[in-house]
């Protein structure tokens, strides 16, 4: 059974850092795409970031490029998302996701097994 659990998320005021992990376990973590999505009130779940199997490989959301990084230590079964310089329009729940494919993905529907989210709120 494959269970991803993220966490890291919290309140921070504008132009502060926050970093989100997410675990995956019950599949060989190293073999596929990990990505970041999030999800605000009323809104539908968007793209956030992507990571290939080794690292290699990135993709980001236009709305966050140059402020947040995603990154992975396979020995360690985890992805990061390191979020700088956060706006308020940054708050949503963020989720984690594990590729179907090889290539990393920008849609939900290239992700199978996702968390349960963590909060994260951008005050002004």
């Known amino acids: 059974q494959v269970q991803v659990v993220e966490s890291g998320g919290g309140l921070v005021q504008a132009g502060g850092s926050l970093r989100l992990s997410c675990a995956a376990s019950g599949r060989t973590f190293s073999s596929f795409p990990m990505g970041w999505f999030r999800q605000a009130p009323g809104k539908e779940r968007e793209f956030v970031a992507s990571?290939?199997?080794?690292?290699?490989?990135?993709y980001y959301a236009d709305s966050v490029k140059g402020r947040f990084t995603i990154s992975r230590d396979n020995a360690k079964v985890t992805v990061y998302l390191q979020m700088n310089s956060l706006k308020p329009e940054d708050t949503a729940v963020y989720y984690c996701?594990?590729?179907?494919?090889?290539?990393?993905?920008?849609?939900?529907?290239?992700?199978?097994?996702w968390g349960q989210g963590t909060q994260v709120t951008v005050s002004s």
């Open positions: 996701a594990t590729g179907r494919g090889v290539v990393p993905g920008t849609r939900t529907r290239d992700y199978d097994y």
């Open positions: 990571i290939s199997w080794s690292g290699g490989t990135t």
